[in-house]
């Protein structure tokens, strides 16, 4: 009574399939290693044209990206000088608000103390007048502690006189007067920016690099060791360099 097994006729369909992919894929390859279809592929494509075409398409690329980062390198320089611009531009501003006070270092610090009438002392004995008029008078800076019994540094004083002339006047006659003082020291005020130039100034003089170096109305000047005078702006760079 047994039955027999029927059989899906699609299967043999796929067997044929697959044995007819392999045997064309086989053929295929035979075909492709034969030296005369390889000939001819190779006069179809003209591989050094295609490669000339891949290599000039990169050159370009390339030379457009350095172009591209040429461009912001210079855009980068201009910002960089225009915040030096800038950067000068607020110094100048800066100083020009510091243009009739001085900086007075050495003055003995004590507590309580009564600042303007230490400065006026001093003043007198330059030979300022005791009724010079004194806008703002102060000192600057953290006051410093003492250690281990050794006397703290005293802070410098800032005297803002109400005019320019005033400030002139006693830097003229400090000039005049600074060897009768041996702790005692007046210089205008600078900004930091000023006061970092003026203090390599003096290390070039010591180095014997430029010949003198001062400071005035804001300004640090140095003489050359040849003449003529010449603007720290420029003479620092090149006694350095």
């Known amino acids: 009574m047994g039955g027999k097994k029927k059989s899906n006729p699609s299967s043999g369909s796929c067997d044929s399939n697959v044995i007819l992919g392999e045997n064309f894929g086989l053929h295929l390859l035979e075909v492709l290693n034969d030296q005369d279809i390889q000939d001819g592929i190779r006069k179809l494509f003209d591989y050094?044209?295609?490669?000339?075409?891949?290599?000039a398409k990169m050159q370009k690329q390339f030379s457009d990206l350095t172009l591209k980062l040429a461009k912001k390198d210079e855009e980068i320089k201009d910002l960089k000088n225009q915040v030096e611009i800038l950067k000068l531009q607020a110094d100048s501003n800066e100083q020009y608000s510091r243009r009739s006070t001085i900086r007075i270092g050495g003055i003995p610090?004590?507590?309580?103390?009564?600042?303007?009438?230490?400065?006026?002392?001093?003043?007198?004995d330059i030979g300022i007048s005791s009724?010079?008029?004194?806008?703002?008078c102060h000192r600057v800076g953290p006051k410093q502690d003492s250690a281990q019994g050794a006397v703290a540094k005293p802070r410098p004083v800032l005297c803002q006189f109400t005019g320019q002339k005033d400030k002139i006047s006693a830097l003229t006659k400090w000039k005049v007067a600074w060897k009768n003082f041996k702790t005692i020291s007046i210089n205008e005020d600078l900004t930091r920016f000023r006061s970092q130039l003026a203090f390599k100034a003096r290390e070039l003089k010591r180095?014997?690099?430029i010949?003198?170096?001062?400071?005035?109305?804001g300004k640090i000047l140095v003489k050359d060791l040849i003449p003529p005078f010449h603007w720290?702006?420029?003479?620092?760079?090149?006694?350095a360099g």
């Open 48 to 55: 050094d044209r295609l490669a000339d075409i891949v290599q």
């Open 109 to 124: 610090e004590t507590e309580q103390e009564a600042v303007e009438e230490k400065t006026r002392s001093i003043l007198q």
């Open 131 to 136: 009724d010079v008029e004194i806008q703002r």
């Open 207 to 209: 180095a014997e690099k």
């Open 211 to 217: 010949s003198d170096t001062w400071t005035a109305d």
């Open 232 to 239: 720290a702006a420029t003479s620092l760079r090149r006694a």
